[in-house]
Every structure is written in C-alpha cells, then in structure tokens.
Nanobody, 119 residues
Framework: QVELVESGGGSVQPGGSLRLSCKAS????????MGWYRQAPGKRRGLVAR???????SYADSVKERFTISRDNAENTMYLQMNNLSPEDTAVYYC?????????????WGQGTQVTVSS
C-alpha cells in the first residue's frame, strides 16, 4: 500500500505556532512536487504552499511570511511550519504529493489533519 499521512494538527491560540508533517510510505520510488492544501467548513479546498523536488517553494498570499514549507527527501516527509496563526487559518489541512510508483507518477492525498485557532 502507498499512502500519505499527516500529523501535527491541533488547537492553538491566536499568535501561536504549529508544525505539520506529511510522510509518504509504501512501495514508492520517488516523489515529485508536494503541497499543502486546506479546507474550512463551507469553503473550497485551496492551495496553501507547494514545494518541488528541487526545493523551489511557493505560497498563497494569505500565508506568506508566516508559513514555511520544507521537505526531507531521504525520509519522504514534508513539513509546514505555521507561525502567527489566526482564526482564519482554522481548517483541515491536507497533504498532496505526486508519487512515483510502479505504474508511474500518481497524485495522492492524505487524510487531513485539523488545525483550530481560537482564544
């Protein structure tokens, strides 16, 4: 089996920080681009940040200068450091990755991890 698993979500007060992790496991041969998405109740799922296999990054305007995406290719793991969180960041955060398996590259999604920012 091949899967992505997110972890690190939870509840935090405004101004606080969280670090999300996404680890790919199974019979994989490599990972190309990866990204973090989020979806709040009643809202569309939207891109938060993405990172290529070479380490190039991009961010949604709403999280620039607050969030940092990174990856550890040796561990097939991606991270999202979230600082200065606000209630508007409350959402389910999903990991996405283009994973190379025996039949080629396929897009995979994690199960999501809840982030709640409230006082």
């Amino acid at each position: 089996q091949v899967e992505l698993v997110e972890s690190g979500g939870g509840s935090v007060q405004p101004g606080g920080s969280l670090r999300l992790s996404c680890k790919a496991s199974g019979n994989i041969f490599g990972i190309s681009a990866m990204g973090w998405y989020r979806q709040a109740p009643g809202k569309r799922r939207g891109l938060v940040a993405r990172i290529t296999d070479a380490g190039s990054t991009s961010y949604a305007d709403s999280v620039k200068e607050r969030f940092t995406i990174s990856r550890d290719n040796a561990e097939n793991t991606m991270y999202l450091q979230m600082n200065n969180l606000s209630p508007e960041d409350t959402a389910v955060y999903y990991c996405n990755a283009d994973v190379l398996i025996n039949v080629g590259y396929v897009p995979l999604w994690g199960q999501g991890t809840q982030v709640t920012v409230s006082s």
